[in-house]
């Protein structure tokens, strides 16, 4: 009992369920972890940027409909999801992206099942993309016709 409470003294984290104690010198090891994660995944998010043409189309897209939600003065609901269905499209992009460079490590010669993983994961973006089309056209086309 004496060296758990020494522990508490010293503002360790006692995890109760699993009898584990994470010391500050742990919390700074996680600390780091985390912090080399967001910055793995943030030059993730810049070489998709730096390499992919489509992307960067994509994103102005985004953009543009996100800005052009605000400027109809849209509902809070609304923007949500024109800002959801424009993120999933982005998404769908990054993980197309993400399979092609792994096929093409994993088979560098063409091989008929690599082709199929490249066209179901640029799949993928089609239907995502088309589903924002559509979705935009539902929340867009009321509040155009209200102002003409």
Known sequence: MGILLQMMEKRDIINWDKGTVQTRYDMKKTSKKIIKSFSDAIKGVVFIFRTQRNFRIQLLCF??????????????????????????????????TGLEKLVNIISPEYHPLAGVIKDISAGVVLVSSILAVIIGIIIFLPAILKIL
């Open 63 to 96: 953009a543009i409909a996100t800005a052009t939600a605000i400027i109809l003065k849209l509902s809070f609901s609304e923007i949500a999801i024109i800002i959801f269905a424009g993120g999933l499209v982005l998404v769908g992009e990054m993980i197309n």
